[in-house]
């Protein structure tokens, strides 16, 4: 299973982009990326999900370069409700148990 | 509203006691997972389901069972809890093998 790196924690404005990247040097030519939020007493909320190059959807952006050793997730222009905590997973889609999470990032969007 | 439904929300237990989490999903997904999480530690499976009647143990499995009867249930037993059990225990649920996964809002366990 690949090992997963993340800041432990970012700072960022309200209204800036905010770039997290994940760090998954051993990921297997199977596994695919996938970003999840995480608000307080919640459980995990899926952002977005890519192979390789670029995925975009109405929240975010994901950049996976073409080794796919790293993956960075995008949040234009953030906002005070975007505080919480992410998580990168790299998971194998041939087979449901073979999934490794990252340990999470604290995002603080101050006003 | 379709989503997962885990029971307790959250449960203060007394350590050798037998408990069972419950999880619920009512979006026909043919996959189940149960992961913990702990503070400075994410989350980590314990065991899966890819479709009604398999199990799969995953990270962490010892000192918990699972069983898979039918494709809505997915239950999470401790037969003799221990103090390294306290933990948030998250269920999910994905479609297939390209979905992402579904979570319940967790469980808060407590052994004390």
């Known amino acids: 299973l690949a090992k997963i790196t993340q800041p432990i924690s970012m700072d960022s404005y309200e209204g800036q982009e905010v770039n997290i990247t994940c760090s998954h040097n051993?990921?297997?030519?199977?596994?695919?990326i996938t970003w999840y939020q995480q608000f307080p007493s919640q459980g995990p909320r899926f952002i977005i999900q890519?192979?390789?190059t670029k995925v975009t959807n109405e929240v975010a952006s994901l950049f996976i370069p073409a080794d796919r050793k790293s993956s960075t997730l995008s949040l234009p222009r953030v906002s005070l409700s975007d505080t919480a905590v992410y998580y990168c997973?790299?998971?194998?889609?041939?087979?449901?148990?073979?999934?490794?999470f990252g340990d999470g990032t604290t995002l603080t969007v101050k006003p | 509203i379709a989503g997962i439904t885990q029971a307790p929300t959250s449960q203060i237990l007394a350590a050798g006691r037998r408990m069972t989490l419950r999880c619920t999903q009512d979006?026909?997904?043919?996959?189940m997972y149960w992961y913990r999480q702990d503070l400075g530690l994410g989350l980590r499976l314990i065991h899966y389901?890819?479709?009604?009647?398999?199990?799969g143990k995953g990270e962490v499995p010892d000192g918990y069972s699972v069983s898979r009867a039918n494709t809505d249930d997915f239950p999470l037993t401790l037969a003799s809890a221990v103090p390294s059990q306290t933990s948030v225990y998250f269920c999910a649920s994905r479609r297939d093998r390209d979905s992402p996964l579904h979570f319940g809002n967790g469980t808060r366990l407590t052994v004390t």
């Open positions: 890519g192979y390789k």
């Open positions: 389901s890819n479709t009604a009647g398999t199990t």
């Open positions: 979006m026909r997904h043919n996959a």
């Open positions: 051993n990921i297997a030519t199977n596994d695919y």
């Open positions: 997973l790299v998971a194998r889609n041939t087979n449901a148990g073979k999934s490794t």
